[in-house]
């Protein structure tokens, strides 16, 4: 590398994500692209081999569960944490500092949920968020993980069909998916739909998840389209009522 790269946690979690798992080649090009560390080179190595068939093992999954290819647009090697966190190490030992740190702080907030959503609550105020629109930023967030924990218990357990879930969501309630809404809001990919949302939208967006949960788990739908129709006519039907309220 020509110069020591500034890494931070900031920067860490800015990588792709595809699910619960997450860009290796992100990882890779934060470290400076090194030619001779490419995920592939990675995996060819005899230790890393060995590493894999035991977190398989300990997480109780085929290897596919835990490091995968994907091909075509947004392709790369994805994995999940555990194995994000050893490529890490292997790339660079600054940034396997800064990928250590993270995560224990992850693991520190999740035992206390106050300062969890302290962090974020000061984060929005830098970007000039007012507190009504943070608490229900905050509900949303309640909402989605809800949302997508009676998902995956319901059959839908690759990236693509939490993103046809999440498309169906908006559709019905913007009509629009989320490369439209983000081309007219004039956001990047990695940047959060959610983030740039109104108050309203935010509330409307967290009661269609949050009807849309109910109606998965009461019904007991199965698999990307059945519940993908789910959350599309949850979110029709709170757009129906808000315009009908707006247009009286």
Not at 38 to 52: A, C, H, M, V, Y
Not at 65 to 77: A, D, H, L, Q, V
Not at 109 to 118: G, M, S, V
Request: glycine letters at 8%; proline letters at 2%; a positive charge.
């Amino acid at each position: 590398m020509e110069e020591i790269i500034k890494f931070n946690s900031a920067t860490l979690k800015a990588i792709g994500r595809d699910g619960e798992m997450y860009s290796l080649n992100d990882l890779w090009r934060i470290a400076g692209s090194p030619n001779t560390k490419r995920p592939s080179d990675w995996q060819d190595i005899n230790g890393t081999k060995e590493f894999l068939d035991s977190a398989a093992k300990v997480l109780n999954t085929a290897k596919n569960g835990i490091i995968k290819s994907k091909r075509g647009k947004g392709g790369g090697t994805y994995a999940v944490r555990q194995v994000a966190l050893e490529y890490a190490r292997y790339l660079d030992k600054d940034l396997a500092v800064v990928a250590n740190e993270v995560f224990l702080q992850e693991i520190e907030a999740q035992k206390n949920p106050e300062l969890y959503l302290e962090k974020y609550r000061k984060a929005y105020k830098k970007k000039g968020k007012d507190d009504a629109w943070i608490n229900e930023r905050m509900k949303g967030i309640g909402s989605r993980k809800e949302l997508t924990s009676t998902l995956r218990t319901h059959g839908v357990t690759e990236g693509r069909e939490f993103r046809e879930c999440t498309n169906a969501s908006y559709t019905g309630l913007f009509g629009m998916n989320a490369p439209s809404i983000r081309e007219g809001l004039g956001i990047t990919k990695k940047q959060s739909i959610r983030d740039n949302m109104n108050q309203t939208e935010l509330i409307a967006l967290s009661l269609s998840e949050n009807l849309a949960k109910k109606d998965i788990e009461n019904r007991n739908l199965w698999g990307a389209k059945d519940c993908s129709l789910s959350c599309h006519d949850a979110a029709k039907t709170i757009s129906a009522a808000v315009q009908g309220f707006l247009n009286r």
